[in-house]
């Protein structure tokens, strides 16, 4: 290649300087263009070490995932468990209208609707708009009344209920209830369904048990009271309702099995001194037989005996069952005997 001389006059000397100065130049710039690239190697090395601890890392996040994934549902789960506004409605089975004799079962309802649900109540006001919103007739019509001078945001539920069982509830006195459960009978009822009659108004008399089991034997039927009178005395309460149901359940069945005839007995007129006694329908079964004692006695011989004025337990003349040597013997007929004496009484002929 042919160069040009540079040593030749002061414009060549010029030259050779810039040439040289552009060189130095180009060499700087080739040195600079060097760090560059070394700092870019540098630079994707460390994105190469980062990129893979951020693989590293997220395969670990990736182990332990699984053991936290049941962590939402521990938080949901709660939600499903306390919603009380899902808690299902609770209401009185009927409308109280005013009813003095209801009044306390009614109050009993509305408070075990407050115990079971009690999220449904969080204040007065709610329970005492529950307790309006189960009122009918008079009742309501007294709500209203009341309401309309003392406002239900300020009024204390126990306060409405005090004013309200002053209009309402007004329970039987034990004095009462003693009469109403002495003049209870089972007439032509199931024992079953006489006895629940018979223990409400016990529990309202306060009477001790004792006493409870007489009255409750005098209220029964005569049949009932024969078919007792042979059995051994219940220790208990409970215990002569369960027999004496049990009884009247047999009666009933063997009623229907043979056509739900009715046994006829005789009883005195008081109109005739001939002996001829008219007879009376009463509860029975034709020709079922009656125990007394350790023997059987049937429909046929009892009226015979009732005729002949024989005693109905031994068939002998000259005493009735109340004074039978052989029943004062027998513990059993011994504790029901006033029972059978009664009944002989009722329907022994006439002298």
């Known amino acids: 290649?042919?160069?040009?001389?540079?040593?030749?006059?002061?414009?060549?000397?010029?030259?050779?300087?810039?040439?040289?100065?552009?060189?130095?130049?180009?060499?700087?710039?080739?040195?600079l263009?060097?760090?560059?690239?070394?700092?870019?190697?540098?630079?994707?090395?460390?994105?190469?070490?980062?990129?893979?601890?951020?693989?590293?890392?997220?395969n670990r996040l990736g182990t332990l995932f699984p053991?936290?994934?049941p962590t939402p549902s521990v938080v949901t789960?709660?939600?499903?468990?306390?919603?009380?506004?899902?808690?299902?409605?609770?209401?009185?089975?009927?409308?109280f209208d005013g009813n003095t004799d209801r009044c306390g079962g009614f109050l009993l309802q509305c408070n075990l609707a407050f115990a079971r649900s009690p999220s449904l109540f969080p204040s007065h006001a709610a329970k005492i708009i529950f307790l309006v919103a189960a009122l009918k007739g008079r009742a309501l019509r007294w709500a209203q009344a009341f309401l309309?001078?003392?406002?239900?945001?300020?009024?204390?539920?126990?306060?409405?209920?005090?004013?309200?069982?002053?209009?309402?509830?007004?329970?039987?006195?034990?004095?009462e209830a003693g009469k109403r459960l002495l003049a209870l009978r089972q007439d032509n009822r199931t024992v079953a369904d006489f006895s629940m009659d018979f223990r409400i108004t016990a529990q309202e008399a306060g009477w001790d048990e004792l006493a409870l089991k007489g009255i409750f034997v005098g209220a029964l039927s005569d049949t009932i009271k024969d078919q007792l009178s042979i059995r051994e005395e219940p220790t208990s309460l409970?215990?002569?309702?369960?027999?004496?149901?049990?009884?009247?359940?047999?009666?009933?069945?063997?009623?229907?099995?043979?056509?739900?005839?009715?046994?006829?007995?005789?009883?005195?007129?008081?109109?005739?001194?001939?002996?001829?006694?008219?007879?009376?329908?009463t509860p029975g079964v034709e020709g079922e037989p009656m125990q007394v004692g350790r023997t059987r006695l049937s429909a046929e011989e009892r009226q015979r005996r009732f005729r002949a004025k024989e005693c109905i337990y031994c068939g002998r003349k000259g005493h009735f069952v109340a004074n039978c040597p052989p029943a004062s013997a027998s513990p059993a007929s011994n504790r029901w005997v006033e029972h059978l004496h009664s009944y002989q009484h009722q329907t022994a002929p006439p002298s």
């Open 1 to 31: 290649m042919l160069q040009p001389d540079l040593k030749s006059g002061s414009g060549g000397g010029q030259t050779a300087d810039t040439l040289v100065h552009h060189e130095h130049r180009l060499d700087q710039y080739e040195n």
């Open 33 to 58: 263009i060097q760090q560059l690239y070394q700092v870019q190697q540098d630079t994707c090395t460390t994105l190469n070490q980062v990129s893979h601890r951020i693989v590293a890392i997220d």
């Open 67 to 69: 053991t936290m994934q």
């Open 77 to 95: 789960t709660p939600r499903s468990v306390s919603s009380p506004l899902r808690e299902p409605e609770v209401k009185p089975s009927e409308l």
């Open 148 to 175: 309309s001078a003392h406002p239900i945001e300020t009024l204390l539920f126990d306060r409405f209920v005090q004013e309200f069982r002053r209009v309402f509830d007004h329970p039987l006195q034990q004095e």
């Open 238 to 281: 409970d215990e002569l309702i369960s027999l004496a149901i049990r009884i009247d359940n047999r009666i009933r069945e063997r009623q229907r099995e043979k056509g739900s005839h009715q046994c006829r007995v005789y009883a005195p007129s008081g109109t005739s001194g001939t002996g001829n006694v008219p007879e009376l329908q």
